[in-house]
């Protein structure tokens, strides 16, 4: 007799346009600079990712490396979407980091230049924001000679580039474990972004800027997270009942005999989308002869 072991797991892909969302402000960010490495600048009202040969084109300067620090609190987050699914009963399915550029940066230590720059989670979250501001900086915060302590532990979220105009632009964040679960603990999340480009000159606004649709957000997308409620055999097939599904959410099944292996090596066996939200099934046909000692889980097919 064939032997099926029922997986309780879930995995989630992002580019859902059925996800509910939240947007998260910052609660601090700052700056720091090669150039001035016991300076801090976290009252300024733009931040600064620059490469080592990027320039102020208006000035003429040549402001060395800098690297910015982003921190967001994602208890509102959780405490809606708890709201509406139930404690823990939903999944990131999707982070979009929005920062608004400013094209012409009115002080000669911030950059210009079209390049790529990296997006990284930090584990650590203990970093003081400061008081400085590039015409007053400060010692009270983070600078540039600290930041090593900081990066003992981070993860890289995406590489990305800016545009050097003034526009408010989205990346869509890799949906790394490590960073999920620390957005689903509804504590402090720290980005920190650096350029790839020795000529990556991005300047945007901060937190203290005046506008505050141009302050840095943080939008998470979340959906119930489904559930293999149940498993039969159906002579040859294999007939799974999903719970938490969303209408019109396309969903895959796949299989394994082999939990080590990543999850782009599972074997879809199913898909469905179904038209009502709530429980649904699933029929895996002639999946009950590929190989004893299966496991399932189910995905939210990507869009």
């Known amino acids: 007799m064939k032997q099926f072991l029922l997986l309780l797991l879930l995995v989630t892909l992002a580019n859902s346009t059925r996800a509910f969302v939240f947007t998260n402000n910052d609660d601090a960010d700052t700056f720091v600079r090669s150039n001035s490495p016991v300076a801090n600048y976290g009252a300024a009202g733009a931040l600064t990712v620059s490469g080592s040969l990027a320039t102020n084109t208006v000035y003429g300067y040549t402001n060395g490396i800098a690297d910015t620090f ?82 003992t532990n981070t993860v890289s979220l995406g590489t990305f580039t800016n545009t050097v105009t003034s526009v408010t632009l989205q990346f869509p964040l890799a949906l790394s474990p490590v960073f999920t679960t620390d957005a689903r603990a509804g504590g402090e999340v720290t980005l920190f972004l650096t350029a790839a480009d020795p000529l990556t000159g991005f300047t945007f606004y901060s937190r ?91 995905e939210a097919q990507q869009e």
């Not at 199913?270 to 299966?294: E, H, L, M, Y």
């Open 70 to 151: 982003i921190r967001f609190n994602t208890a509102g987050t959780v405490t809606n979407f708890n709201a509406l699914f139930g404690t823990n009963n939903w999944v990131i399915t999707g982070a979009l980091l929005q920062l608004t550029e400013s094209g012409s940066p009115n002080n000669s230590i911030f950059d210009q230049g079209i390049g790529g720059f990296q997006v990284y989670w930090v584990a650590d979250d203990d970093w003081p924001e400061g008081t400085g501001t590039p015409m007053l900086p400060t010692s009270d915060g983070i600078d540039y000679d600290s930041e090593p302590v900081l990066l």
């Open 208 to 298: 203290n800027f005046g506008t505050a649709a141009f302050h840095p957000y943080l939008e998470i997308s979340a959906l119930p997270q489904p559930v293999i409620a149940s498993l039969k055999l159906s002579g040859p097939d294999v007939v799974l009942t999903i719970s938490n599904g969303v209408a019109g959410e396309s969903y895959n099944v796949l299989s394994t005999t082999n939990l080590t292996l990543p999850l782009n090596h599972w074997l879809l066996v199913a898909s469905n989308t179904p038209a009502t939200t709530g429980s649904f099934s699933v029929t895996a046909t002639n999946t009950a002869a590929i190989a004893p000692g299966q496991f399932f889980t189910i």
